[in-house]
């Protein structure tokens, strides 16, 4: 197998020698290429010197972005996939912010944007109602995903069995009978497209939550709403509505930022 040779510019600045590096080595097929590129392979992709790339991975290497194989060959490292996931996460929270703004100023109920984090929901956004009676906001805090309609969004792609082994955890004290109650919740909600809490985390709280699916098309995170039971219930079809039209908005945005390389935060 022959690596594809990527077309570089004559002049190119440092970061952008860089990342042509480390983009041969993610691109590079794994079946192909399983135990990573060598010199030759990255020098033979760029169509540079093996004598100038070998210093070149050996910097990043220094620095911890790629990894070296006791064989020699060279990959991205886990250190370098920890700070993507935590740049896609800066980049999620302020796409999804002006969106969440409009929701709730819409719906008139407080909403969240939520990921996973070690098996339960983590709040990493929310925006205020306005109202005097409101949910509570949850940023920085967790909660059980068996607990929350954004913890059901965001296990909507997961096995049945992933699900039941994951709400049956020891610490959460939740009983087998409670578990199929939950995964049948997460079931109805997989053919409606969202799901709805209804007093199950609160007696006097309904939810309704909708999964955010990233460029690759995986569920990433979820942004939900939530507050008291009494005012969302009657209105439960035409606020999911709502909720789909902003992670429809949301995963537009954040699949176009993928492609243009644009910084959300610029004008």
């Known amino acids: 197998m022959v690596l594809e040779q990527k077309r570089v510019p004559a002049a190119q600045s440092g970061a952008s020698r860089v990342m042509a590096i480390l983009d041969a080595l993610s691109s590079a097929d794994p079946v192909a290429f399983p135990d990573g590129l ?22 990043l290497l220094e620095a911890g972005l790629i990894a070296r194989r006791p064989s020699g060959r060279y990959e991205l490292s886990w250190r370098l996939f ?36 070690d098996g339960e929901v983590l709040t990493v956004h929310s925006e205020s109602s306005r109202r005097s009676i409101e949910a509570v906001n949850w940023v920085g805090r967790t909660v059980p995903v068996n607990r929350s309609s954004s913890g059901m969004a965001l296990l909507l792609d997961h096995d049945d069995e992933h699900i039941l082994a994951m709400v049956q955890r020891e610490e959460d004290g939740v009983s087998p009978r409670e578990a199929r109650q939950f995964l049948a919740r997460v079931q109805e909600a997989r053919k409606r497209g969202y799901t709805v809490a209804n007093r199950i985390f609160d007696p006097e709280l309904l939810g309704i939550g909708v999964p955010v699916r990233g460029f690759s098309g995986r569920i990433d995170a979820a942004v939900n709403i939530s507050g008291p039971a009494f005012r969302i219930e009657p209105h439960i079809k035409a606020f999911a509505g709502h909720l789909l039209a902003t992670v429809q908005a949301l995963q537009a945005s954040l699949c176009s930022d993928v492609r243009t390389g644009a910084d959300p935060s610029d004008p």
């Open 82 to 117: 920890a700070l993507a996931v935590r740049a896609g996460d800066q980049r999620l929270t302020k796409l999804a912010a002006p969106l969440l703004l409009r929701l709730s100023e819409t719906v008139r109920e407080r909403s969240y944007l939520t990921v996973l984090s």
């Open 38 to 59: 060598s010199v030759a392979d990255v020098a033979r992709a760029l169509g540079r010197e093996k004598s100038v790339v070998s210093r070149q991975l050996r910097s």
